[in-house]
């Protein structure tokens, strides 16, 4: 059974730009959730999607935004990059139905120059 | 809001030493506790978890008990091993049908020397 995937895996971007990342989540998974990391902040709560509907966002700035395609693959943008956005973007997928595991994939690094 | 806090790191033992990280979190709602592990460029892996008071979650030699009269959900393994050295972190979830948003505790970096 494939793992959570992550694209790209690393990638460098300069402030005011914006960048796209995907998430392809295991078959038969439903949600797809984002989290941030950082050495200062840890892990922190972007949002989760389910079934194509955001269903819960944490305290991110309008400039973090997500979808959620029909196949359940997931993408989230941030807009006019910051230094401070630098961090490790990672995703977890799960059923959605229950407390079941987080599965999530290796991440993408992003840094903001 | 919720939240959870760990025990500051890092945390440095010799192989066979016993192992204890601690965790408490805030008592809002009815959340189920976790404890997820990040090997070195990894992504991070569910160690186990505990859905109700009082209910021990274990796996890999590693165990925790959740505890809502002192909201405390300690790791804890009677013998590490040196493939145990990562970085462990805490988490509740938001409780009802949030099942995707966790919050977890700052991390505990474990080293384990032979």
């Known amino acids: 059974k494939a793992g959570v995937t992550q694209t790209p895996r690393y990638l460098i971007k300069t402030r005011g730009q914006q960048v796209t990342l995907s998430c392809s989540p295991i078959?038969?998974?439903?949600?797809v959730s984002w989290y941030q990391q950082t050495p200062g902040q840890g892990l922190q709560f972007l949002f989760e999607?389910?079934?194509?509907?955001?269903?819960n966002k944490g305290n991110f700035p309008g400039r973090f935004s997500g979808r959620q395609f029909s196949n359940s693959r997931s993408e989230m943008n941030v807009s006019t990059l910051e230094l401070g956005d630098s961090a490790l973007y990672l995703c977890?997928?799960?059923?959605?139905?229950?407390?079941?595991?987080?599965?999530f994939g290796e991440g993408s690094r992003l840094t903001v120059l | 809001g919720d939240s959870v806090t760990q025990m500051e790191g890092p945390v440095t033992l010799s192989e066979e030493a016993f192992l204890t990280i601690n965790c408490t979190y805030t008592?809002?709602?009815?959340?189920?506790l976790f404890w997820y592990v990040q090997y070195p460029g990894e992504g991070l892996q569910l160690l186990l978890k505990?859905?109700?008071?009082?209910d021990k979650g274990s796996n890999k030699g590693f165990e925790a008990t959740y505890r809502k009269e002192t909201t405390s959900f300690h790791l804890e393994k009677g013998s590490v091993q040196v493939s145990d050295s990562a970085v462990y972190f805490c988490?509740?979830?938001?409780?009802?049908?949030?099942?995707?948003?966790?919050?977890f505790g700052q991390g505990t970096i474990l080293t384990v020397h032979p």
């Open positions: 977890a997928s799960s059923l959605g139905t229950d407390t079941g595991e987080l599965f």
């Open positions: 078959s038969g998974h439903r949600s």
């Open positions: 999607y389910f079934s194509e509907t955001q269903r």
């Open positions: 008592a809002t709602g009815y959340p189920s």
């Open positions: 505990a859905t109700k008071a009082d």
């Open positions: 988490a509740r979830n938001a409780g009802g049908t949030s099942y995707g948003k966790l919050t």
